[in-house]
Nanobody
Framework: QVQLVESGGGLVQAGGSLRLSCAAS????????MRWYRQAPGKQRELVAA???????NYVDSVKGRFTISSDNAKTRVYLQMNSLKPEDTAVYYC??????????????WGQGTQVTVSS
């Protein structure tokens, strides 16, 4: 069984920076894409950034130029560097990954979430 564990959340003032980390552990066969989602109170979960197999990255418009997603070569760790944080970035941030099990199917994994709070 493969698990994702996030770390790095916290409280920061507007304009500050945080770096989120997500580590995959367990019986890993192959992780293809890793993503960061966030969910603010009363809002739907939204995709923030994605690191796609092949090296490309995608971002939601509201974080472009401020957030950077990166991963290690084995795609067992993914990071989200968040700069110039705004109060509207306050949310629980979730790591997400596509894990090919080697048994003919891909499972979608989620971490437990880490709280990011940006004060004005």
């Amino acid at each position: 069984q493969v698990q994702l564990v996030e770390s790095g959340g916290g409280l920061v003032q507007a304009g500050g920076s945080l770096r989120l980390s997500c580590a995959a552990s367990g019986n890993i066969f192959s992780i293809n894409s890793m993503r960061w989602y966030r969910q603010a109170p009363g809002k739907q979960r939204e995709l923030v950034a994605a690191a796609i197999s092949g090296g490309s990255t995608n971002y939601v418009d509201s974080v472009k130029g401020r957030f950077t997603i990166s991963s290690d070569n084995a795609k067992t760790r993914v990071y989200l560097q968040m700069n110039s944080l705004k109060p509207e970035d306050t949310a629980v941030y979730y790591c997400n990954a596509d894990h090919y099990t080697g048994r003919g199917y891909t499972e979608i994994l989620w971490g437990q979430g880490t709280q990011v709070t940006v004060s004005s």
